[in-house]
């Protein structure tokens, strides 16, 4: 309800705040902002639909005139009437407490705002979490729906774990990493977020604890704490999460499960040695705490292989493995997958089977296809170069820039540097003002509320050119600030 996404059209013979009169009339009478509800404020509506203070107000005046707006001095303006509610016999619901009463959480609004503004052409976007599009292989991906005929590909819904022939392709390609797993054991997921969804939903107790390192991207979404669940941050440290303090907190909470990033974690770019990786499977195993190890970034290494996954070592069925190819082939076929033990993979293939019904019968085809015709490791390896390129220009740039006000790790692979500052400030303050100035950024507060120096910075989304003018600028940015 802060987003107005239509613009007047300035050639038009109608004045502007007649066009704005105009819109924001239709949304009060077909309903989409039913009374009560509270209008976007001035500034915010200027900015958004590009045209003075004036001329917003001249069209709520008009607004006002009609009876269709009300401002409470201190509160705002809100839809008093509309024709359609007028007319009908009863009062409209009330949404504002439906809303306010759902069950799932909403987004951090820092997070809100950069899934609006990640759609701004004009942004440069420094904290995206995601391919550039001229890295995605999308002329390989037309061609591999070329070669099927109309009558071959299937519009049908997929069996409960997902397409046979994907599942038994990547158990081929886990097994490259050190993992044994048969298609039974494999469940397709729309991403790897909604297999933290079904595992919150499935497997979990209201009340109890997951544990994470601390940053860390699960508390960028809050699919655990809209399940009931509580999220504990163990510190990291050089190497890693400190698991020698996992037996004390074990016993301090009620914990269910233990979500980690081992390898490119997300966000410090850290990847866990071998010996770390043992410690947290022997440790996990005596504290019978499973873990959800995360590997979706897990392919993208550029100089050498990481270590293998935790699974990869796991023989007692203690870990969740979760992948995806979001970060590798395309975030837009929503594919992902977790591999467990096959009584977990069949409640959830049976909770997924009453979300969603599958996912995408057409992804899935061309994901096993990208596998299974080796298309895939030819696409990653010149990935990797590409991604390795962007990584070390990203790394002069702060050189140039940054080494008076901040330091950051040289990530092996994946798409992150955690860029740490030497003087704390106020990401909120922060974020907003690089926004103000066009630079969308990450900051660490989202991966840990109490951070108030981190700033997660992505080389995998913005241009070379792109990264030196938004990372040049947040630098006099960061500067100002800390000279105030
Ligand atoms: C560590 C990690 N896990 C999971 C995901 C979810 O990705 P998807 O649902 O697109 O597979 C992301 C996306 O940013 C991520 O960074």
């Given at each position: 309800m802060d987003q107005v996404d239509w613009k007047p059209i300035r050639s038009a013979q109608y004045p502007l705040h007649q066009q704005i009169y105009e819109y924001l009339k239709q949304k009060i009478l077909n309903g989409e902002w039913t009374v009560g509800v509270k209008i976007p404020p001035l500034r915010i509506l200027a900015e958004q639909l590009n045209v003075n203070r004036s001329t917003v107000v001249a069209a709520l005046e008009e607004l006002a005139a009609d009876g269709f707006i009300d401002s409470r001095v201190g509160y705002g303006t809100f839809v008093a009437n509309n024709t359609w509610s007028t007319i009908s016999s009863g009062a409209a619901p009330d949404w504002k407490t439906y809303v306010d009463s759902g069950v799932h959480k909403s987004n951090q609004s820092i997070i809100q705002e950069i899934n609006r503004s990640e759609f701004r052409a004009d942004m440069i976007r420094l904290g995206t979490g995601e391919l550039a599009p001229e890295f995605l292989p999308r002329k390989k991906m037309k061609g591999i729906f070329q070669q099927k005929t109309a009558q071959e590909l299937s519009l049908s819904y997929t069996e409960p774990k997902g397409s046979y022939s994907l599942r038994a392709a990547i158990c081929d390609y886990l097994k490259r990493k050190g993992i044994e797993a048969s298609p039974s054991s494999v469940l397709i997921v729309s991403g790897g977020l909604q297999a933290l969804q079904l595992i919150s939903l499935g497997l979990l107790q209201k009340g109890s604890v997951v544990f994470h390192e601390s940053p860390s991207y699960v508390t960028s979404v809050n699919v655990f704490q809209s399940a009931g669940m509580n999220l504990l941050g163990v510190p990291m440290g050089d190497k890693g999460m400190k698991t020698e303090l996992l037996p004390k907190l074990r016993r301090q909470h009620h914990a269910s499960l233990l979500y980690t990033i081992p390898t490119f974690h997300n966000p410090t770019g850290h990847t866990m040695p071998v010996l770390k990786r043992e410690e947290l499977l022997q440790t996990c195993s005596h504290e019978r705490l499973p873990i959800l190890e995360?590997?979706?970034?897990?392919?993208?290494?550029?100089?050498e292989p990481p270590p293998q996954p935790l699974k990869a070592n796991?023989?007692?069925?203690l870990v969740l493995y979760m992948g995806s190819i979001s970060k590798t082939l395309g975030p837009g076929l929503r594919i992902g997958w977790l591999v467990g033990p096959e009584q977990v993979i069949d409640r959830l293939a049976d909770i997924k089977m009453q979300t969603?019904?599958?996912?995408?019968t057409l992804s899935q085809y061309a994901v096993a296809q990208w596998l299974q015709s080796g298309l895939y490791d030819e696409h990653i390896f010149h990935l990797r170069e590409k991604l390795k390129f962007r990584r070390d220009t990203a790394i002069r740039i702060l050189e140039k820039y940054y080494s008076g006000i901040a330091t950051w790790n040289n990530p092996a692979g994946g798409f992150y540097i955690w860029l740490k500052l030497y003087e704390a400030v106020s990401m909120d303050k922060l974020f907003k003002r690089a926004l103000k100035a066009g630079i969308l950024i990450n900051p660490g507060n989202i991966y840990d509320?109490?951070?108030?120096s981190h700033i997660r910075i992505s080389y995998s989304y913005a241009e070379p050119a792109q990264l030196e003018k938004g990372l040049k600028r947040l630098a006099e940015i960061i500067g100002e600030m800390s000279r105030r």
């Open positions: 995360d590997d979706v970034y897990g392919d993208l290494w550029f100089e796991d023989r007692q069925g969603d019904y599958g996912s995408s509320y109490k951070d108030s």
